[in-house]
């Protein structure tokens, strides 16, 4: 049999909706124009909210004419080769040094991606014998890297701290039997929920239990703590983090990622992370501007507080109208609400036809049939009128959607 056959048949879980979620405009729509709370969408302005671009660093002019000059003097090319054979430089070294001392961690390894360096990381650290415990909400690259894992793993509902003790009584033991040690994955700000990881919490847990934790910090740094060094600042536990990573992906508006710990364990991490070491360096221009990012990010707290202005005015203001925004403690604002598919994609298609607003929608199956959740990410670009305006195009389709009007005007695209 052809290995492709299958894919006639199954198109697999997403491939599955596009037939459903029209392509190009509710599955791989294009927002065109500079990076701003104001986009294209279709040839229409937007306003958009959906860009994770939490301290609106993307489109800073500073940053855009550092990325410039970073590509016209070095191109995209250098360095060539992995860091450990050919592809290290001052500049990524530089880099991680200051990331180590923003972070409040001894040393950091610069990661080519977020994702591949979750992977890599948890396969790296963690042999046969070792045990990993995680959150069942965590993101799919910790689930992946979870997948890579040769030996046990043990999952906890989603924040259940008395459950991660039944688990990491499992564990333990074990752990124990094989000669292996245990690994807890959580992380800082939950992407969907907007909850943060009860890291004091967990952290307590070690005076009970041997283990070492990971924080995936993807959402959490430069947006939370008093310096933007991220949800283990914030909730005053950075130290007891023993792996914290963070991706430049949102607030550093890039690509890249970072890993910071004790010496000892970066150092082990350089020599065998194999999304790394098999791997191109990081270009310069995304080694020079993200210095510049991080200069600005640490210079300019002004961008963060206009962040959460914006967060506190649009997450007030929807609770203040009734809306269900979850349990969220970060910028990341969900809205949900009750309705069935025509409903969630007819309101989807209404917000951004008739009231210009664009934000990302999550239906059946992501979240369970008969929930629509609306996902809002504020940034320090965003103003106040911004907010009146989508608090109000909200009302608009929370009413509309309450009097049954997209079961009959809505896209009509599945029987329910
Ligand atoms: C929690 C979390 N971890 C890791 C990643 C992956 O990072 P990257 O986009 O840099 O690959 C993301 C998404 O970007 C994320 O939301």
Redesign the pocket.
Known sequence: MDIFEKFLVDKGPLGKLSSIYEEGYFMFPKLEGEIAPRMQFKGREVLTWSL?NYLGLANHPEVRKVDADAARDWGLGYPMGARMMSGNTSKHEEFEEQMADFIKKESVMLLN??????LSIIDAVTGRKDVIVYDSE??A??IDGVRLHMGKRFVYPHNDIENLEKQLKRATKLADENGGGVLVIT?GV??MSGNMGKLKEVIALKEKFQFRLLV?D??GFGTMGATGAGTGEELGVQDGIDLY?A????SMAS???IIGGDVDVIDYLKHNMRSQIFAKSLPMPLVIGGMKRLELLKNNPGMKDNLWKVVNALQSGLREKGFNIGTTQSPVTPVIMSGGLNDGTGLIKDLRENYNIFCSGVVYPVVPKGVIMLRLIPTAVHTLEDVAETIAAFEAVKDKLLSGEYRKEGVALVNE
Do not use: R, V
Request: proline fraction near 0%.
């Open positions: 994770n991606f977020g994702y591949q360096g979750i965590s993101h690259c910790i992380e939950f992407g995936d993807a959402h990573f991706t430049f992906a949102k690509i890249g990622a």
